[in-house]
């Protein structure tokens, strides 16, 4: 039976009986908790002599003494926001003095959050499924608790379209997280416009353009600049196609940024290579390149990224592996630290990691051959780092768990014999079986540790600044 109201729970208090007396099983939330003692069928027992308080215990931790009834019974009302009992099914004792009362089972579900006020932002075609979402309110968080959430959208199909119903996911951050759980908001639609076609009639435009519009080929316009140029493998592409740009700064300079933007301004997608170069999949239109190379000693700050600043406890680990070519920012000047890692990202990394070159598709559905990371998924499902799910799919936007990640490291680093132990983590248990060799060898590599209560939380997500540490310490 579900309520909203506090919840009441029960426990036998007769002084021999020291049987579980199952309550109704009603689920609380993480706001209030009632427990009261339930006497045995028939008679009710006599008050006893040792006076008329119970105290109330979840293991070693008290949760308060409670108050005698007029039956003989004694009960509690707990403030579930002290956290002194687990989310999850828990048994909690009543003693009076070293005499135990009874027992009852208690079970506190989290709180559930709703997200209002998300909306999806209006874009041109580009090939993509994801879709941008801004705004968003996060209801329902007691006022001393840090939680926060960040959200991802998709369509079902990449094509342009007018109201298209957009999926949204929520996931929730912050060292409060794990006591709440929250609804994605549904309703949410966007627009997707067609591109432009790139020219006004059949005849008009280049040679290489006849024929049907999926043939197009759209212009690289690299502008050149002082102190340095940039090279591309291709001054005209296909939409969808990739494109290689290779800055060279002049001696005694070094590329400040680079930025890749269509005709309406809008900026494209880089991806940073370990050799230096910069790599894009073509929009439907002309793109421009612009470079800014600066002197050497000059180059400063080390970071194009605003949401990086030194003092970051993150902050050496992005500049390592940004400078090495690992990781990139989510655009030219950000690196969005706390964003949640993805299946894609994870890819992604690996593929800079070890330079890795395409390969044949790996036949995932969900994975289009012009999507930012269908070489990488391809590259890593080949080598075995990655898999998909039992439907086929790869799920390249779903959130990656901390145990998914320590499973793909460890077959990436060649599944070695791990020497690490998790004996010392409360949540040890909750690791699926099939990780728990990767998570012991993350946390004998000092990969992976603890977060707060001792736990190890495997099936908690990571963010792209928590990857980039583990990044710099494996490859460090």
């Not at 309703?187 to 997707?192: K, L, N, P, Q, R």
């Not at 248990?429 to 190890?456: I, N, P």
């Amino acid at each position: 039976m579900i309520v909203s109201e506090p919840v009441e729970e029960v426990v036998e208090s007769t002084e021999t009986s020291k049987e579980e007396v199952p309550p109704e099983t009603e689920p609380a939330n993480k706001l209030d908790l009632t427990g009261t003692n339930l006497p045995t069928a028939g008679a009710a027992p006599a008050p006893l002599a040792g006076g008329d308080t119970a105290t109330f215990y979840y293991g070693d931790v008290k949760l308060g003494d409670g108050t005698s009834n007029s039956d003989g019974t004694y009960s509690l009302s707990y403030d579930t926001t002290q956290k002194g009992l687990p989310i999850g099914t828990s048994t909690v004792t009543v003693k009076q003095g070293d005499t135990v009362l009874g027992t009852i089972t208690v079970t506190l579900n989290p709180k559930a959050l709703t997200v209002t006020g998300l909306s999806a932002v209006d874009r041109r075609y580009n090939g993509s499924t994801a879709v941008s979402l801004t705004g968003g309110t996060l209801t329902g968080v007691v006022d001393s608790d840090d939680v926060s959430f960040t959200a991802s959208g998709t369509v079902s199909d990449a094509g342009a379209g007018t109201n298209k119903p957009v999926h949204v996911s929520v996931t929730l951050t912050g060292t409060d997280a794990g006591w709440y759980t929250v609804t994605a908001p549904t309703g949410i639609t966007v627009d997707i416009t067609k591109n432009s076609s790139g020219s006004s009639g059949s005849s008009s435009g280049s040679s290489s353009s006849s024929g049907s519009s999926s043939s197009s080929r759209y212009d690289v316009d690299v502008e050149q600049e002082s102190h340095g140029s940039v090279e591309t493998d291709s001054s005209r592409a296909r939409k969808g196609e990739r494109v290689i740009l290779t800055p060279e700064p002049e001696e005694g300079f070094v590329l400040a940024s680079i930025t890749v933007t269509d005709e309406d301004g809008n900026e494209v997608e880089l991806t940073r290579r370990s050799d230096g170069s910069y790599l894009f999949y073509m929009p439907g239109d002309d793109v421009t390149v612009e470079a800014v190379f600066v002197p050497a000693e000059s180059e400063t700050p080390a970071l194009p990224f605003t949401d990086v600043a030194e003092g970051d406890w993150y902050y050496d680990a992005v500049a390592y592996c940004w400078e090495n070519g690992i990781m990139d920012g989510t655009s030219g000047t950000a690196f969005a630290p706390n964003m949640i890692l993805t299946r894609a990202m994870m890819a992604q990394v690996l593929y800079n990691l070890a330079d890795g070159t395409a390969s044949t598709a790996a036949g995932f559905p969900d994975v289009a051959a012009s999507a930012w990371y269908a070489d990488a998924v391809n590259w890593a499902a080949a080598n075995g780092y990655v898999t998909g799910y039992d439907n086929g799919s790869y799920g390249p936007e779903d959130n990656l768990t901390r145990e998914q990640m320590a499973a793909i490291l460890y077959r990436y680093a060649g599944s070695p014999a791990p020497a690490g132990t998790l004996d010392g983590f409360a949540d040890a248990a909750s690791a699926s079986d099939y990780a728990v060799d990767a998570l012991r060898w993350a946390v004998g590599e000092g990969l992976l540790t603890g977060k707060d209560g001792g736990r190890l939380d495997p099936t908690g997500t990571a963010s792209r600044a928590e990857l980039a540490q583990i990044l710099a310490r494996f490859t460090g």
